[in-house]
């Protein structure tokens, strides 16, 4: 299993990044690479789910999303999903105030299949790719929300 963190801070209210950035109705327009959501069960809250595809190296990976938590701590938020499908990954979302706006701390564990050779090609090369994919997702989720 590998793990990727990133963060990135929004000059915007912690409250309003975590229901914009929370609500599966947006994320196509933010998230790098993901479709809009089909069977969507929810709004972002524990226990919603969906099917989504996932555009890596020009092919669609279908996905599945579970939200397994969705709460504020104390004055920040926590996000955290499964994601089950063509890799497997849990993702954890925490939006924290800082400085009059938000830290967004993004961390993912994820597995892909595959033999040894696929595991050693996730070293080389897909790493850095998904590196690259999260780097633009923090960064159109900050663009958006820090934009009139």
Known sequence: MWSLKKTVFIDCRVREV?????????????????????NLLGNGGKGT????????FGRYLALHVLVVENARVDDSYVWRCLITGA????QTWRYLPKEEGTEVRFEMDYELP????GK????LYLKKLMD????????????????D
């Open 120 to 123: 050693l090609v996730n070293t």
């Open 87 to 90: 890799f497997e990954a849990t």
């Open 114 to 117: 595959g033999s040894i050779l």
């Open 49 to 56: 789910s969906m099917d989504l595809n996932y555009t890596f």
């Open 132 to 147: 690259n994919s999260v780097e633009q997702t923090l960064k159109n989720l900050k663009d958006i929300c820090e934009s």
């Open 18 to 38: 975590h229901q914009f950035a929370t609500n599966p109705r947006f994320w196509y327009q933010w998230y790098a690479g993901l479709s809009e959501p089909e």
